[in-house]
C-alpha cells in the first residue's frame, strides 16, 4: 500500500514490519513521533523510559532475550545513553537490536549541532543513513537483520529534515519475530575486562566484515552520470544535491560507517572532480581523505576533494546554501523588509509564567533547565541565567552555592520540569542533600512533558498508550531524597508563589517547591476571555510584566488590551493589576 | 512537468502545517510525486512556522531552495515579508488579511509594520489578498480560515477541485465537512 509518511512514520512502520517486539524511549526532537508511532501497534510493547539511557538499557535487555528491540532519540538523549551503548557494541546483539538517533542541525529545538555519525565510529558500529520517508522504512527493517548478521547494535541515523518530511511510501507487511529466548552466556553478556578484551578483538573482525559487506551493499549505490562530476554524499544532504547537480555522476551511501574503501576509491577515480557533500561535521570527508594519504607506499588515489572549504560546517544545509556555496545562487528580485522576531512564547495562561514572575519580581539568579519554561528567559520574564542540559539545573545552582558561598544560595533558585526532574534531576538533588548544600529548587509540575508535544510522564498516572500507571508523587520522592523543606504551591497564586520562594531561599537546607498546576493545553478547561475597564486602567504597564501574548499595550489611547482570541481567562493579569481593571465584563 | 512549489507561513495556532498536508495529499491523489517539510517542536508556541509543499513527476529535496517558490500562501501578514526570498520571479502571492501580534510588539519594544502588505505591493505584481476570517466566518466557523486559504490557493493550481474536496473531506473532523466545503468554495472563488 502507499502511504505519505514521515521519516518518523516511516522508520515505526519499517520497525513494525520488521517484527519489533520491545520499544523504549524518551522524546525529544526530532524523534518523538516514532516512539509515538510504534505506540500505536498492538502488536509492540512499547514504553515511555524515564530517560534515554533506561530506554536503551530496556531494549538491551529484550535483546538479551532474542527479542527484536529498538530504541529512538534526538541527538543528545544518546549522550545520555552512550555509555549502555558503547558495552552493548561489545557484547553484540543476540535478538536485532536499533538505536535510532535523529540528529538536529540547525537546531529547531536543540542546544547544539553534534554529528552523532561520530558515535557510530567511536562506539565501533554500522550507522545507517535514509535519505527519505521510503528509505527511513526499508533501512529500519535492514537495521534488524544487519544487527542479527553482524551481532551488533545498528545505529538508525537521521535528522530533523529526514524526520520531519513527509514522502511517499510503499509499505509492507508485519513478518512476526518470535523471541528466541534468553540463554545464559557469561562471556557475551558480562563486560568484565578479562571478557572485554577478547569483545574488543571480535570487535574490530566485526567491523573489517562489515567494510567488506559495504561495499556490495545495494544502498552504497552509483548512479553513472556526467565523469565530469562525482558526488558522494548520504541523507538528506543527496537529495539537496540532485536538485542543485541533476547531471553530476553519484555515489550515495547509506552505510557511512564503516565506509566501503574500494568502491569510494574507484568512484574518485572515475570522475575528473570530486565533491563531498554532507551536513554539519566533516565525517564522510575526513576518512575519505584518509583513504587518499600516502601511508607506508599505500594511496587509494590521488585527487583534490572539494567539501567543507565550500560548504558550511555551521548550520542546516538546503538547497539554497548549497547551490550559494558553489556561487550557483542568484540574487533574489525582493528586497527584505525589516521585521520584527517572532520567537516562541510561553501560551496564555500557562502556568510557569506565575513562577517566572515571581523569580523576575525578587531579581534571582535562575539556574535554568530544558522544557517550555526555558522559554522565562525570554523578555519580558527575563528569569532564567544558566542552561546546560536536562537535569543541569539543580547540580548549576549547587555548583554556584559551593563556589561563592551560602549567600550565593540566598539569591539563586533552580528550575526544573516535572519530566525533566524524572529523567535527570533526582540524582542531583541527592548530591545536593547528601553533600550539605544549601539550596532551592522549584519543580514546575505542569503534570506532563509539554515541550515534546505532550507525553505522559512518571508522574502522570498514564502509560504511552494512555492506560492506568502507577503515580510516582513528587512530594514523597522529594522527601525520601532527604529534603526536609518541601512547599506545595499553585503557580497561578502569585502572592503564594512569590512568598514560598522567599521563605525556601531563606531556609537553610535544602528545599524544594513544588509548583503544581496542569498545563493549559492538556485540560483545555478556557474560561472566558477577560477585557481591560478602559477607565479603570491608569496605564501602568504591570500586566505586560506577565509577557502573556494575549495582553498587548495600545500607544494611542495609553491602555493595555486583552485579546479575546488568545485570552483563556486564566486571571493571573487580573490579580497583579493594582487597579481591577481586568475582569469578565 | 516542472516541480511545483508552494510555501506556506504563518504562526504556530493557524493551521499551517495542516494546510501543507492537503495540499501534498491532493497532489498525490492527482497522482504526482510530494514531499513536504515543516519543523515541529515549537509550533504550538505562537513562533513563526513555515511549510514547504512541493510535487512533480519525481520530487528530490523536500526543501524549496530560494527563488523557485511558485505561490508563497500566507495566513498572516508580516510574516508573508519574512518568506520574500523565497518567491520566484514573477511568483504569486496569497495573503490572507490578519495580523498577529509578536511578543516584541506587545510589549512596546518593537513596531509591526502596518504597511507591510502596501510594501510588499511594490515589490510583487502577483496578489491575492483573501479575507480568510471573514469568509470562514460567513461558512460556519472563524476555524476555517485554512481551508478558505485552500480554496484561494486551489484556483492557482492544475489540480481538480474535487480531489481537492475529496482530500479536505478525509481530513477535517467528520462534523464539519459541510462548513469546510462551503469555506473551500467562498476561497475558491476569491480573484
Ligand atoms: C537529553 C535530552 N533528551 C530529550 C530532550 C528533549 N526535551 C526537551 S525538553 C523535554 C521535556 C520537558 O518536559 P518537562 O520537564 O515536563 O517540561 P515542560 O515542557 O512540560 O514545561 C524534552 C523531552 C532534551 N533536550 N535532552
Avoid at chain 1, 544487527?147 to 535528522?159: A, I
Avoid at chain 1, 550557483?328 to 517572532?342: H, I, M
Avoid at chain 1, 512518571?458 to 514523597?476: N, S
Wanted: contains cysteine.
Amino acid at each position: 500500500m502507499k502511504m505519505f509518511l514521515s521519516g518518523n512514520e516511516a522508520v515505526a512502520r519499517g520497525a513494525w514490519e520488521a517484527g519489533v517486539n520491545v520499544v523504549s524511549a524518551y522524546p525529544g526532537t526530532p524523534s518523538t513521533e516514532i516512539l509515538e508511532n510504534l505506540g500505536k501497534y498492538k502488536e509492540i510493547y512499547a514504553e515511555l523510559a524515564t530517560n534515554e539511557k533506561v530506554g536503551l538499557e530496556v531494549a538491551a535487555g529484550a535483546s538479551f532475550a532474542g527479542a527484536r528491540a529498538l530504541t529512538c532519540m534526538k541527538h543528545v538523549g544518546l549522550n545520555v545513553a552512550a555509555d549502555p551503548l558503547f558495552s552493548m557494541a561489545y557484547i553484540g546483539a543476540r535478538g536485532g537490536f536499533v538505536v535510532v538517533s535523529a540528529d538536529d542541525p540547525g537546531m529547531h529545538s536543540s542546544q547544539n549541532e553534534q554529528d552523532n555519525r561520530y558515535y557510530a565510529k567511536m562506539a565501533k558500529i554500522p550507522c545507517l543513513e535514509p535519505s527519505d520517508s521510503q528509505e527511513c522504512l526499508e533501512m529500519a527493517k535492514l537495521a534488524f537483520d544487519l544487527s542479527e548478521k553482524f551481532d551488533t547494535p545498528v545505529l538508525l541515523r537521521l535528522t530533523t529534515r529526514i524526520s520531519h518530511s513527509k514522502g511517499v511510501v510503499e509499505t509492507g507487511e508485519r513478518k512476526e519475530h518470535k523471541p528466541t529466548g534468553y540463554v545464559k552466556d557469561v562471556a557475551k553478556n558480562i563486560t568484565i575486562p578479562a571478557h572485554a578484551r577478547k569483545m574488543h578483538v571480535k570487535v574490530e573482525e566485526r567491523l573489517k566484515k562489515l567494510a567488506e559487506y559495504g561495499e556490495s551493499f545495494s544502498y552504497n549505490k552509483i548512479e553513472p552520470g556526467d565523469q565530469k562530476l562525482g558526488i558522494i554524499t548520504s541523507g538528506i544532504s543527496y537529495q539537496y544535491a540532485k536538485d542543485i547537480f541533476p547531471t553530476a555522476s553519484y555515489l550515495k551511501l547509506a552505510l557511512t560507517f564503516p565506509l566501503p574503501g574500494k568502491k569510494i576509491s574507484e568512484f574518485i577515480n572515475s570522475a575528473d572532480e570530486i565533491y563531498v557533500i554532507e551536513e554539519n561535521d566533516t565525517f564522510l570527508e575526513e576518512q575519505i581523505k584518509a583513504l587518499g594519504y600516502k601511508v607506508s607506499g599505500k594511496c587509494a588515489y590521488e585527487k583534490e576533494i572539494t567539501g567543507k572549504t565550500k560548504i558550511p560546517i555551521v548550520g542546516e544545509l538546503d538547497p539554497t546554501v548549497l547551490a550559494k556555496a558553489f556561487g550557483l545562487q542568484k540574487e533574489s528580485p525582493y528586497k527584505p523588509l525589516e521585521l520584527p522576531a517572532r520567537p516562541p512564547v510561553l501560551c496564555p495562561g500557562c502556568p510557569h509564567r506565575g513562577v517566572f514572575y515571581a523569580l523576575n519580581k525578587l531579581k534571582l539568579t535562575v539556574t535554568g533547565d530544558i522544557g517550555c519554561y526555558t522559554l522565562g528567559m525570554m523578555d519580558p520574564l527575563n528569569a532564567m541565567d544558566t542552561v546546560v542540559c536536562m537535569g543541569g539545573s539543580v547540580t548549576a545552582a549547587m555548583g554556584l552555592e559551593k563556589a561563592l558561598g551560602p549567600e550565593m544560595a540566598q539569591k539563586t533558585v533552580a528550575v526544573i520540569g516535572d519530566s525533566t526532574f524524572f529523567h535527570s534531576g533526582i540524582t542531583g538533588l541527592v548530591d545536593m542533600v547528601y553533600n550539605n548544600s544549601k539550596g532551592t529548587a522549584i519543580i514546575l509540575d505542569n503534570r506532563i512533558t509539554a515541550m515534546t508535544g505532550h507525553q505522559e510522564n512518571p508522574g502522570t498516572g498514564k502509560t504511552l498508550q494512555g492506560q492506568d500507571a502507577p503515580i510516582i508523587e513528587l512530594e514523597p520522592l522529594v522527601r525520601s531524597c532527604g529534603v526536609k523543606h518541601v512547599q506545595l504551591i499553585d503557580p497561578l497564586d502569585l502572592k503564594q508563589t512569590e512568598a514560598a520562594i522567599k521563605e525556601a531561599i531563606n531556609n537553610p537546607g535544602v528545599s524544594v517547591i513544588i509548583a503544581k498546576s496542569p498545563c493549559i493545553l492538556i485540560e483545555k478547561k478556557f474560561k472566558p476571555a477577560l477585557k481591560v475597564d478602559e477607565d479603570k486602567c491608569i496605564g501602568c504597564k504591570i500586566c505586560l510584566k506577565l509577557g502573556c501574548p494575549a495582553i498587548s499595550f495600545d500607544k494611542v489611547k495609553k491602555k493595555s488590551k486583552i485579546d479575546p482570541i488568545f485570552c483563556i481567562g486564566c486571571e493571573v493579569c487580573a490579580s497583579l493589576c493594582p487597579k481591577q481593571a481586568m475582569g469578565h465584563k | 512537468m516542472k516541480t511545483v512549489n508552494i510555501l506556506i507561513c504563518g504562526v504556530g495556532g493557524q493551521g499551517v502545517l495542516l494546510a501543507g498536508d492537503i495540499i501534498a495529499e491532493t497532489a498525490i491523489a492527482s497522482g504526482f510525486d510530494a514531499k513536504k517539510s515543516e519543523v515541529h517542536g515549537m509550533a504550538q508556541r505562537g513562533g513563526s512556522v513555515v511549510s514547504h509543499v512541493r510535487f512533480g513527476q519525481k520530487v528530490n529535496s523536500p526543501l524549496i531552495r530560494q527563488g523557485e517558490a511558485d505561490v508563497i500562501l500566507s495566513f498572516e501578514e508580516m510574516e508573508t515579508a519574512r518568506y520574500l526570498q523565497f518567491l520566484k520571479a514573477g511568483g504569486c502571492l496569497i495573503i490572507n488579511r490578519q495580523q498577529v501580534i509578536p511578543m516584541s510588539v506587545a510589549t512596546g519594544q518593537a513596531e509591526y509594520p502596518v504597511d507591510v502588505v502596501e510594501r510588499i505591493k511594490q515589490q510583487v505584481k502577483d496578489i491575492l489578498l483573501c479575507p480568510g476570517m471573514e469568509l470562514a466566518e460567513k461558512s460556519g466557523s472563524a476555524k476555517a480560515v485554512n481551508t478558505v486559504l485552500l480554496g484561494a490557493l486551489a484556483r492557482k493550481l492544475e489540480l481538480a477541485p474535487g480531489k481537492w474536496q475529496e482530500v479536505i473531506s478525509r481530513r477535517v473532523p467528520a462534523k464539519t465537512v459541510e462548513l469546510n466545503k462551503k469555506a473551500f468554495e467562498s476561497g475558491y472563488s476569491q480573484q
